[in-house]
């Protein structure tokens, strides 16, 4: 009696991915309303930043009964065709597991280290996972992209970035630039 059960749930794979949309959907529309999302902003401002999350938590609602009407009138996602895939080769563990352990260790050295230690990290360490063994080179390709990104982020657009111990001389090199 399992069986029949587990084949229309593998013919409708997709309802999982509708699922999980309509869950970060409500996720975003229930933390938008918590944040007050709903009120409006100042005089030169009334729709309010709240406006944004509440149309994307909406849209991700709308998207995932889409999907799930499609998915239920039989439609399907089709498998990779791509000629440089093999669809029968095993998943290759060892390199998720790498760029997973890149991935929490950046997480977690954030804080510490600042971004752009970690991130020269990340991208080097991911470089790595993925094949590349020229280790001088992905550092130094690494760091100027860490470094990129940060002065980018937290010094052009404002978004906070951890410097980390590099703080100190960076901000006063980029002070000098601006």
């Known amino acids: 009696m399992t069986a029949p059960a587990r084949s229309w749930w593998r013919a409708h794979s997709e309802l999982g991915v509708s699922a999980l949309l ?13 944040e007050g999302g709903l009120s409006g902003g100042e005089d030169d401002d009334p729709i309010g930043p709240g406006a944004v999350p509440l149309i994307l938590g909406a ?13 239920l009138r039989g439609g399907h996602g089709e498998a990779e065709a791509g ?3 093999d669809l029968d080769a095993p998943m290759d563990l ?6 997973a352990g890149v991935l929490i260790a950046t997480a ?11 991130g020269t ?14 280790v001088v080179r992905d550092i130094a390709v690494a760091a100027a992209v860490s ?14 970035l951890p410097g980390g111990p590099l703080m100190g001389p ?3 090199l980029m002070g000098a630039a601006g």
């Not at 970060?24 to 529309?29: D, E, K």
């Not at 849209?59 to 998915?71: F, K, R």
């Not at 470094?147 to 906070?160: E, N, R, S």
Request: charged share 10%.
């Open 22 to 34: 309509a869950l970060v959907g409500v996720l975003v529309l229930v933390d938008t309303v918590a």
């Open 59 to 71: 849209a991700l609602l709308v998207l995932a009964v889409l999907l799930t009407i499609d998915v």
């Open 83 to 85: 000629e440089d895939v």
């Open 94 to 99: 060892r390199t998720v597991g790498m760029l």
């Open 108 to 118: 977690v050295l954030i804080p510490l280290l600042g971004w752009p230690i970690a």
């Open 121 to 134: 990290l990340l991208f080097a360490g991911a470089a790595y996972a993925l094949g590349s063994r020229t």
């Open 147 to 160: 470094l990129v990104t940060w002065i980018a982020f937290d010094g052009l657009l404002g978004v906070d």
């Open 170 to 172: 960076l901000s006063s």
